[in-house]
């Protein structure tokens, strides 16, 4: 069991980073790769699960440990397999998952992308004992606001992150933010955006 990676990310693709380390590349799966892009070349920590089946061998890596926690709670949940609990946590934070369950949230938990009534009850037949007594640091408690606008707003944001770190300017950026927005709310990814942030700019 590989508990965590530490190393250099050598690149980033649109579902993983590679992390090298002794002179090994680790393809690294996680939620929110281009939230990477401003640290690539440097030195990060990944806490990992270390999935293993017949025909592959996968590695998840988190920021925190907090979330590859809730990964492998989420792992043990009917009807959620090891992408769909990584699309949970790039929908929300351990936090906000804790007390959706804890509140017994389904309009909440069934804005996660795959998870629909039945799942979101397992959700919280599951990991409502598992996680009682667990007090999240959240100020403000889990509202119904649909998770779609605020993925809408992280991926733009995270979108926005990768061309500044290509060189790009503030003011560049603001030009192509109301665009990339458009694309967004249609369901665009963040690699998708990215791409068209390119192509606006370039057109200037």
């Known amino acids: ?35 990477f892009v401003q640290h690539e070349g440097s030195k990060r920590r990944f806490y990992t699960h270390h999935h293993v089946r017949e025909d592959a061998i996968h590695l998840y890596g988190f920021a925190t440990a907090d979330e590859r926690n809730m990964y492998r709670l989420l792992l043990d ?61 959240l100020a403000i408690p889990v509202d119904a606001a649909p998770l779609t606008q605020r993925g809408a707003q992280t991926e733009v944001a995270e979108a926005l992150e990768a061309l500044a770190a290509l060189g790009y300017s503030e003011m560049e950026l603001l030009q192509v933010k109301g665009k990339l927005n458009e694309h967004s709310q249609a369901g ?16 200037g």
Request: aromatic share 8%.
């Open 1 to 35: 069991m590989i508990d965590f990676v530490e190393g250099t990310i050598a690149y980033i693709h649109s579902d993983y980073v590679v992390v090298e380390t002794g002179g090994i590349g680790y393809r690294v799966f996680t939620s929110n790769p281009y939230a």
């Open 77 to 137: 949940v009917t009807g959620i397999g090891p992408k769909g609990a990584l699309a949970v946590l790039a929908a929300a934070s351990p936090d906000q998952i804790v007390l959706a369950v804890q509140q017994e949230n389904l309009t909440y938990l069934t804005k996660f992308p795959g998870i629909g009534k039945k799942t979101a009850q397992r959700m919280i037949l599951d990991l409502k004992d598992k996680l009682r007594g667990y007090t999240p640091s």
């Open 188 to 203: 665009a990814s963040v690699e998708q955006l990215v791409k068209i942030g390119l192509t606006e700019l370039v057109r």
